[in-house]
């Protein structure tokens, strides 16, 4: 089992940043890669970024919509994940969710968090 807490959300303005944190603990040593997830009300959750964990690498990947504002990243002896957004914009708003994901091949996510609420006025 792999337990996630997150952390850093709140009410920010249009163009404000925010940063995000995902610790991470358990049985860790199994984790391929750890994800971040948005949902907003009435909408599906949707991907947001990935990176590698372990000995897979921390090669990242975004969804086109953040790229360039958000950045993920890792601290490996922390257990800790983050996601730094810039930039932020009304669209973002939505609960952000940390998810890990044991297999390196199925775009599957085991393990999830409770998730944090990230609000942005206009």
């Known amino acids: 089992q792999v337990q996630l807490v997150e952390s850093g959300g709140g009410l920010v303005q249009a163009g404000d940043s925010l940063r995000l944190s995902c610790e991470a603990s358990?049985?860790?040593?199994?984790?391929?890669?750890m994800g971040w997830f948005r949902q907003a009300p009435g909408k599906e959750r949707e991907f947001v970024a990935r990176i590698g964990w372990s000995w897979s690498g921390s090669n990242t990947h975004y969804t086109d919509s953040v790229k360039g504002r958000f950045t993920i990243s890792r601290d490996y002896a922390q257990n800790t994940v983050y996601l730094q957004m810039n930039s932020l914009k009304p669209d973002d708003t939505a609960v952000y969710y940390c998810?890990?994901?044991?297999?390196?091949?199925?775009?599957?996510?085991?393990?999830w968090g409770p998730g944090t609420q990230v609000t942005v006025s206009s």
């Open positions: 358990g049985r860790t040593f199994s984790v391929q890669a």
């Open positions: 998810a890990a994901k044991l297999d390196p091949i199925l775009d599957q996510y085991d393990f």
